[in-house]
Every structure is written in C-alpha cells, then in structure tokens.
C-alpha cells in the first residue's frame, strides 16, 4: 500500500486478555519496526524484523510481549494477559532504504486496559 | 549505547517568531541523525535527516537543522512558525550499519500562541 497501516485503530481491552495488534507495511520494505509510546515517555523501541534475519527482540519488556512476521510482509504484535501498564500507543514503522532512508510510521494503535 | 536528550518538555512561540528545538546525542561513530513531527492522533512524520556532508540540511515544511558535532547537538529551527506548526517534535539517532533501530528522545511539544 501507500502507506503503513495498522488496526485497530484504537482498542479498550479487560485487564487478563490477549490482545493481537497488526501492522501492514510499504509494500517492499524489507525491515519492520515495532515502539510503545507511552505518555511523556517518548518512542520505547520493542522489536524489529529485517528480511528473514532473526528478530531483534531485545525491547520486549516481558515475555507476555510477542511479535512475529509472515512473508515478510504483514506483522502482528501480541500481548498476553494484559495489565493497565501495557496501555499505551503502539506505532509501526517500516523502512526501505535502511537508517539512511528513516521510517515510515503508522498512525499506531491504541490500547486502553481498564 | 546511543542516546538522544530532548531538554525541553514543552516550549511555546508565538506565531510569526522565530523556533529552535534543542536535540543532543551520544554515540560514538558518525551518526544517522533525524528530526520528526507528530500531530495529534497521528503517526510520526519525517521532517529532515543528516547523514554526512553539509551540516546544515533543509526538510520539508521550512524547517532546518544543524549537525554540530563538538556539540553533539542537531537542533531544529524554522525562521517563522505558523499556528498548524503546533504538534510533538522528536529528535532520534541511528548508526550507520544498514538497518539498524532508532533511538528517539522524548519529546518536545511546541505550541503556538496568537
């Protein structure tokens, strides 16, 4: 597509659920990025795909966090037994060119635990 | 570990005056150095990059930023804001090894005033 797109747009969930948030990038890119936005916190980096490398999964804050990428195309990031700290915005972003071309991000997803 | 200080949380400018962001960086090598702009509800767009040569390099929107880097500092400037400049502007860092993530600071958020 023209874009990164990612749904929903905005989700109320029960704390305990799973919830699964998806990310649909430029057609092409071949590295797909996932950050949690939290207020007054900035852009927190959570996982990144680069073609069919392993992922770097470094920023994933537990193990109730998970990513996963098929094709190298669509990815969806999910979240176990949520908890209220997990609300937040979650933007996607992919790349084409590398650091050297930046991202392209997403209007982001987001979750509200109540 | 790179890193990215955004020192001022929120600065507001009068329409018509003049505007610069403050953005320092840690990182050891030459860096990837960008600038971008977040409207409400929306993703982030990029607004210039640094990468090598000039140091001064232009974006889109009217907006410049300078590498300086006895200073570590790549900050944001526009010689006139309009009221639709109002949004979060992020400063982030990257290396220079083909895809890798980027490093965002927190955040500053401009507002303008009549």
């Known amino acids: 597509g023209a874009g990164v797109s990612q749904s929903p747009s905005n989700k109320v969930t029960e704390k305990g659920k799973d919830v699964e948030l998806r990310c649909d990038p430029i057609?092409?890119?071949?590295?797909l990025y996932w950050y949690r936005q939290s207020l007054g916190q900035g852009l927190e980096f959570l996982i990144y795909?680069?073609?069919?490398?392993?992922?770097?999964k470094s920023g994933l804050p537990s193990d109730r966090f998970s990513a996963e990428r098929t094709g190298g195309s669509v990815s969806t990031l999910t979240i176990q037994r949520t908890q209220q700290e997990d609300s937040a915005v979650y933007l996607c972003?992919?790349?084409?060119?590398?650091?050297?071309?930046?991202?392209?991000f997403g209007s982001g997803t987001r979750l509200t635990v109540v | 570990a790179q890193s990215v200080t955004q020192p001022d949380i929120h600065i507001t400018v009068s329409e018509g005056a003049s505007l610069e962001l403050r953005c320092n960086y840690s990182?050891?090598?030459?860096?990837?150095l960008f600038w971008y702009v977040q409207s409400p509800g929306q993703g982030l767009q990029l607004l210039l990059k640094?990468?090598?040569?000039?140091?001064l390099v232009q974006g889109i929107k009217g907006f410049e930023a300078e590498f300086k880097r006895s200073q570590s500092s790549f900050n944001l400037r526009k010689p006139s804001v309009h009221w639709s400049d109002a949004a979060e502007y992020f400063c982030?860092?990257?290396?220079?090894?083909?895809?890798?993530?980027?490093?965002f600071g927190k955040g500053t958020m401009l507002l303008v005033s009549p």
């Open positions: 972003a992919s790349s084409g060119q590398g650091t050297f071309g930046g991202y392209t």
């Open positions: 057609s092409g890119h071949t590295a």
């Open positions: 795909f680069q073609g069919n490398s392993a992922p770097d």
């Open positions: 990182y050891g090598a030459t860096p990837y």
């Open positions: 640094y990468f090598s040569g000039d140091t």
């Open positions: 982030a860092v990257g290396a220079d090894s083909g895809y890798s993530t980027l490093t």
